[in-house]
């Protein structure tokens, strides 16, 4: 079956320290992954994707993410955190099987501490 | 470039009752996407539309919910009759499908459902 895990229901990090929010993911084929981040009462905002090339993505309000192909991984990072980071974040995964559907995951809130 | 619109943002209704939402994705967008939230969990897909077609509805409850996008464009969902279970935030999606084009999706906002 083709899915996406979040191991952590909730991260914490004190503001300026780095963050890290987990991902695996278990689909056929090369596999197509994003980062979505959701504040309250908003919807669903892209930050980034990993499509092929460079293992280390760059996206929105200074987040990386990078594919481990072996682990079958794609971790969100961060090297200082805000506390405006504060939020649910996402991971998602296109099957190579599909045009253009996407399996999200559990989500994972982070809450950054001032 | 005016984003994906959704209405209403909220909504209660007693259960029994019909209730429907309307998305207008950005425009070019050919794909559509219809969601289900529930608190604390990731969007789960209802149906997927690319184009005027319904391309993916098997998570969608075809007894009680029905979707229908007109023209390849404007869509709208109906729940007829809403149950306790319906309540939850409905999430419209669109992207861009094609060779050579990114895949994310761009959500609208929400219709946050109650059923009372």
């Known amino acids: 079956a083709q899915s996406v895990a979040q191991p952590e229901d909730q991260v914490n990090v004190a503001e300026g320290n780095p963050l890290t929010v987990k991902c695996t993911y278990s689909?056929?084929?090369?596999?197509?992954l994003f980062w979505y981040v959701q504040y309250p009462n908003r919807g669903l905002q892209f930050l980034l994707k990993y499509i092929t090339g460079d293992n280390l993505v760059k996206g929105s309000y200074g987040f990386e993410a990078e594919f481990n192909k072996s682990q079958t991984s794609f971790h969100l990072k961060k090297p200082s955190a805000l506390v405006s980071d504060s939020a649910l974040y996402f991971c998602a995964v296109r099957p190579y099987s599909s045009a253009s559907k996407i399996i999200f995951g559990s989500g994972t809130r982070l809450s950054i501490r001032p | 470039e005016a984003g994906v619109v959704q209405s209403p943002r909220y909504k209660i209704i007693e259960k029994k009752q019909p209730v429907a939402f309307w998305c207008n994705p950005i425009s070019g967008h050919n794909t559509l996407y219809w969601y289900r939230q529930n608190l604390g969990q990731g969007p789960e897909l209802l149906i997927r539309y690319e184009n005027e077609e319904a391309v993916d509805d098997s998570q969608l409850p075809k007894d009680r919910f029905s979707a229908e996008r007109l023209k390849g464009v404007d869509s709208t969902l109906k729940i007829q009759p809403a149950e306790l279970g319906d309540s939850a935030v409905y999430l419209c999606?669109?992207?861009?499908?094609?060779?050579?084009?990114?895949?994310?999706?761009?959500f609208g906002p929400g219709t946050r459902l109650t059923v009372t």
């Open positions: 999606a669109s992207s861009l499908l094609g060779q050579g084009v990114s895949y994310e999706q761009y």
């Open positions: 689909v056929s084929g090369n596999p197509y």
